[in-house]
């Protein structure tokens, strides 16, 4: 599917009196001129700009006339005009042909209606040809419609015509160029007879230079600012509802394609399809009456929310328009009434005050309103819409009474029954154990569990993570960067270990969850799903978080019953009343599905017959498939990773419309180690995720809350993995995860993209096989095993770098200690790449300048606050003594050095600015916006308020002694249009300035860095997975984001395909270590590297990761000044910084 990420303009004008009149296309056309700024340019050429009018009946009254037909055909019901972009000349009597199978009669053939000179020099080499066609559509309006909408989808099938739009109401006009070009490229829109009562209107900004007509908006039925993070759920759903999509669309395109075929397959209304595909968030559902309560819970789990992210939306079909913005309101859509018409726009600054009947309204988050024409177009507010949707569900004779009690999570309180236990019960394994039962009475199970964490990939970074988890409910914090090595190149990983997550940038901003919480939800729904547009009594289990409780296995004489109180608590079921849940209402067993295979049998053979193994069963009427992995204890079974079990069943439900929604899809497996492991399954498709080895770990602390918090911890874990995508429900969270070395094969099997490898270098399936012997053969082994931890490159080599700083070594030492752990234990991409021929440095100094500066390297930023003050200020002196950059963190400046180095401090504006002001953005010829950063996309920072000291407040314009807490995002960029207003902001009040913009590598942002650089920037930085930071996550300190070489050779390739590579710069950072790093990101496409451990290193750091805790021993990561301070702070080992030293 394509790859692109817009941010828009919409206008949409409705005359009150529903009378077409010409005045409405010219009130739009002007509010698109008005709204240009809205729009991408490059080299004067617009990205695209569009039209939805009703269909010009005059005009075509005149054509019909003019070819000899009866002109008063314009009049008829089944009257309709097709628009198709197409190639080949030859293919329209194949379009006119598949029109008469469907019973569409052709009228009039329309070409050459456009003027190729109105386009820009991008536009004419792309432009396609434009047909029209006047057609009669069957008799009836519900029959033409759907043969109008199959015809179209036939067309698309068979030729490589797109279809602009084919409707009984409506024509668009698009093209890839800007507003003003339209009534000069199309002689429709110039024609005085053109008329409409209602017409819609968008401007385009594409983040890729190389958008198409076809991907222009409006689409047949819809017109979107926005993007929908949810993309990829939201194709699946299409799927298994067996709705067509378009041909390598877009976000925007397939969320036309799914309401048009919701419509006219399923005969739903316009309000239905809009309301069931952006459904009003849970806690706003708690506050309906309960007749609404009880339509939007059984409307949630038809489709659900799986059209999430920021978005204006303006829909029409037939008679009836839809308004609306996203739940969290993060694209702007306002409301003008004037005497005669009703507008909908992105702003409403180009209607005249004089012409206002009320004061402008925006849409609140989550609002839709709707126009039906009823003798004029009437407004609909969004009560009524709602009672509408209500209405329609009635109608339809949907079973929905008492649906509401499914707001109220959480299982039985009694036994429903469970999973029978596998293989022989151990002596002593029929004795019930607690949740608080001490750990000496379970030493014999505790063996074979730490057997089990040994194989199963468990590390103790995972244990200790767990255990923190346990203690505190919350997730650790972690600080520095991850120096481990990427798991194709680690000794041993599992498969989740090769992929990582995908985060939000620019134009789908993260979400603030701390700020949003009520907006968020880990709700799931288990079993069979009701059909959109029928009576369907089949019940499903709705959870309020996918983890499910349970599932131990009898040799650990645990009983799920012991825990059913909990998961009521949680909102949650016991994965053994699952099934037996799923028993009796399907009167068939599930699908149990074990995560081995025969010791002789291919991987991929065992998946395919796990598949077809799911697949028969729902087919037969099983409701539910469990995923577990007991089996593999039996002598001749060879362990599959339950993630590769997972993305078999998926795959094979899915591919057989209807099958998925049959059936939830469970996994109880003891490989599921850790946070990332959970996301992972839920991506691949499982519904809910059972994780009885780390649940048990909980359970034999002996702590009767561990369980809890643990349960407790991992779903705020989950919450802000999904606010970093831009998502706030569970529900939508869909393959946002790459591989890296994951082999081609295996990726497309999982559906994923991956990065760096092939079928025979990477994780293939020769080597997934040997895993699976290795490992089955450790957990049937009767010994102990131990955890082999992972290892980390800089603890081996901050010594050698601390020496060459101190001048007690030469530079060559650290050189050559790096090469050596690099060669030995490499870690990165770039550890694996060397140069074509061998460096020869007899040639003399070489010219290492980089624009004003000595050198292409610079201190990344670090804020005062996570710095203690002399290390904040060496960073500065020592650059500007060496004539170099180094950038301040989001931490404002102390007074005296604000435009003290205006060439060798950079000023960064981060979503806090923290002592953000004119003053400062003028005190340096270099910002940067922070959009994300590697150790931490998606999110903001925490200075915790004990290192918020006076001098602290003064930089940062705060309070001392208080947190100060970073957004997520930036609350005034949420868009690209956005990110041009910031820049030309900074640009307005310093304009000596080089703006530079600061983003994590995500996939395709090659993209993005294009979008960038049209939004104004200076300098595109791209930030590497494994950057460091004063405080993150752990878990997001390694498993979000992608290595900076993989986003440098991407944005390369991009500017310089689109043509701006001359326009901006590439500057990176993360891990990077050494001159040698630094000559093979230039190679790869970066004009600067950036160096922020190892100038901590330089002054002293001993990586110890504690950064975030303000007791540095060394005086670097603190706000410590002295030894009797440490002292008083109970730190028994401190030695502060000495200035000079340090610089």
């Avoid at 009378?19 to 002007?30: F, I």
């Avoid at 831009?726 to 497309?748: D, K, N």
């Avoid at 060496?882 to 989001?890: A, K, P, R, T, Y």
């Amino acid at each position: 599917m394509a790859s692109e990420h817009d941010a828009c303009a919409l206008v949409a004008v409705a005359r009150k009196d529903a009378r077409p009149a010409r005045a409405v296309l010219e009130l739009v056309l002007h509010g698109m001129a008005a709204l240009a700024h809205r729009s991408g340019v490059v080299d004067g050429e617009g990205d695209g700009a569009g039209l939805l009018t009703d269909i010009p009946r005059a005009l075509w009254a005149q054509e019909l006339e003019r070819a000899g037909h009866d002109e008063s055909a314009v009049e008829l019901e089944r009257f309709a005009v097709g628009h198709f972009f197409h190639t080949d000349p030859s293919e329209v009597a194949t379009i006119v042909a598949i029109l008469a199978r469907r019973g569409v009669e052709t009228l009039l053939v329309r070409a050459e209606t456009t003027d190729e000179a109105a386009l820009g020099p991008r536009g004419r080499t792309e432009a396609p040809l434009f047909l029209q066609l006047a057609l009669l559509a069957p008799r009836g309006a519900a029959l033409g419609s759907r043969a109008l909408y199959e015809a179209g989808v036939d067309v698309e099938r068979a030729t490589t015509a797109t279809v602009v739009s084919l409707s009984r109401h409506t024509a668009v006009y698009k093209l890839r160029g800007a507003g003003h070009q339209l009534t000069s490229y199309f002689s429709d829109l110039a024609d005085p007879l053109f008329a409409t009562s209602v017409a819609f209107g968008h401007n385009r900004y594409a983040t890729n230079t190389s958008t198409s007509f076809t991907r222009v908006q409006p689409f047949p039925v819809f017109a979107h600012n926005g993007e929908i993070n949810t993309i990829s759920r939201l194709r699946e759903e299409a799927r298994a509802l067996g709705l067509p999509l378009s041909r390598d669309g877009s976000d925007s395109q397939d969320v036309d394609a799914t309401i048009r075929a919701l419509v006219i397959r399923h005969g739903l209304t316009a309000v239905e399809a809009i309301e069931l595909l952006f459904p009003p968030i849970v806690n706003e559902m708690k506050r309906m009456s309960a007749e609404l309560q009880d339509a939007y819970v059984q409307g949630r789990a038809v489709i659900g929310p799986i059209a999430q992210g920021p978005a204006g939306i303006l829909v029409r079909v037939g008679d009836t328009c839809v308004f609306g913005v996203d739940a969290l309101g993060l694209r702007p859509l306002w409301h003008v009434e004037t005497e005669d018409e009703h507008v909908f726009a992105s702003e409403r600054g180009f209607i005249p005050l004089e012409k206002y009947v009320s004061d402008p309204v925006p849409l609140a988050p989550g609002e839709r309103v709707a126009l039906r024409r009823d003798r004029g177009w009437r407004l609909l507010d969004q009560g009524a819409v709602r009672e509408r949707f209500l209405t329609a569900r009635r109608l339809r004779g949907v079973a929905m009474n008492g649906l509401r009690s499914h707001l109220v999570a959480g299982g039985p309180a009694e036994p429903l029954g469970g999973l029978p236990h596998q293989g022989p019960l151990p002596q002593g394994a029929g004795k019930r154990w607690e949740i608080g039962t001490p750990p000496d009475e379970m030493d014999d199970v505790s063996v074979r569990r730490e057997r089990q964490f040994a194989a199963l990939g468990f590390e103790p970074d995972d244990l200790r993570m767990a255990t923190f988890m346990m203690q505190t409910g919350n997730e650790p914090i972690g600080s520095l960067g991850y120096d481990g090595p990427l798991a194709a190149l680690a000794p041993r990983a599992n498969l989740a270990d090769h992929l990582h997550e995908t985060v939000a940038v620019v134009t789908n901003p993260a979400i603030d969850r701390e700020r949003e919480i009520e907006h968020f939800s880990t709700r799931v729904l288990l079993g069979p799903r009701p059909a959109p547009h029928a009576h369907d009594a089949r019940r499903w289990i709705e959870l309020a978080t996918p983890l499910l409780l349970g599932g131990h296995p009898a040799w650990t004489g645990l009983r799920s019953d012991d825990f059913r109180a909990l998961a009521r608590q949680k909102g949650t079921w016991l994965v053994n009343d699952v099934v037996a849940r799923f028993t009796i209402d399907a009167k068939v067993p599930p699908v149990i599905l074990e995560a081995d295979r025969d010791w002789e049998e291919h991987p991929r053979d065992a998946l395919a017959r796990l598949g077809a193994s799911a697949a028969r069963g729902v087919r037969a009427g099983a409701q539910l498939v469990v995923i577990r992995d007991h089996g593999v204890m039996t002598e001749g079974r060879a362990w599959l990773d339950p993630h590769l079990v997972i993305a078999a069943a998926h795959r094979a439900l899915v591919a057989q419309p209807s099958l998925r929604r049959d059936c939830a899809l469970v996994v109880s497996a003891g490989s599921i180690r850790n946070l990332h492991d959970v996301m992972v399954a839920l991506a691949l498709g499982a519904d809910a995720v059972n994780p009885y080895l780390l649940l048990e770990y909980a359970i034999a602390t002996a702590d009767p809350d561990a369980l809890g918090n643990l349960v407790e911890a991992l779903r705020k874990g989950i919450e802000k993995v999904m606010s970093t995508l831009g998502i706030h429900e569970l529900r939508g969270y869909g393959r946002q995860l790459s591989g890296v070395g994951l082999a081609p094969e295996v990726a497309r099997f999982a559906g994923l993209e991956t990065f760096c490898a092939t079928d025979e270098i990477g994780l293939g399936w020769d080597r997934i096989a040997e895993e699976g012997f290795a490992r089955a053969s450790m957990l049937r082994e009767r010994r102990d095993a131990r955890l082999e931890p992972a290892f980390r490159i800089w603890p081996r080599a901050w010594k050698s770098a601390l020496a060459v700083a101190n001048g007690e070594a030469p530079y060559a030492s650290y050189a050559e200690k790096l090469r050596e752990l690099e060669t030995l234990h490499p870690v990165s991409l770039r550890h694996l790449v060397d140069f074509t021929r061998p460096l020869d440095d007899s040639g003399g100094a070489a010219d290492t300048s980089a624009g004003e500066h000595a050198a292409p390297f610079y201190i990344s930023s670090m804020s005062f606050g996570s710095q203690g003050e002399t290390a904040y200020r060496s960073y500065a002196e020592a650059m500007a003594r060496l004539d170099l950059l180094c950038i301040n963190g989001e931490g404002g400046e102390l007074p005296d050095l604000i435009g003290r180095y205006p060439r060798n401090r950079g000023q960064q504006i981060a979503s806090g600015r923290f002592g953000v002001s004119a003053l400062l953005a003028n005190s340096s010829n270099y910002l940067e916006i922070k959009i994300g950063q590697g150790a931490k996309p998606g999110e903001g920072g925490h200075l915790p308020a004990r290192k918020v000291s006076m001098k602290v407040a003064l930089a940062r314009n705060a309070q001392p002694g208080i947190d100060l807490i970073s957004p997520s995002n930036n609350h005034d960029i949420y868009s690209i249009e956005d990110l041009a207003q910031v820049v030309h902001e900074l640009k307005t009040v310093n304009p000596r300035a080089r703006v530079s913009v600061k983003v994590p590598v995500v996939p395709d942002i090659g993209v993005i860095a294009v979008g960038i650089a049209k939004a104004g920037a200076d300098i595109v930085t791209l930030s590497g997975y494994d950057g460091g930071t004063g405080a993150a996550r752990q878990h997001a300190l390694r498993r979000a984001g992608l290595p900076v070489e993989i986003g440098v050779a991407q944005a390369h390739r991009a500017l310089v395909a689109s043509g701006l590579r001359d326009v901006v710069e590439i500057w990176c950072d993360g891990g990077m270590k050494s001159a040698l790093d630094v000559a093979k990101m230039l190679c790869l496409g970066a004009d600067r590297v950036g160096f922020g451990t190892l100038a901590m290193v330089a002054i002293g750091c001993t990586i110890c990761r504690g950064c975030q805790l303000d007791t540095c021993h060394v005086g670097i990561a603190t706000q410590l000044e002295s030894v009797a301070e440490a002292t008083d702070r109970g730190v028994k080992r401190f030695e502060p910084r000495e200035f000079e030293r340090a610089v």
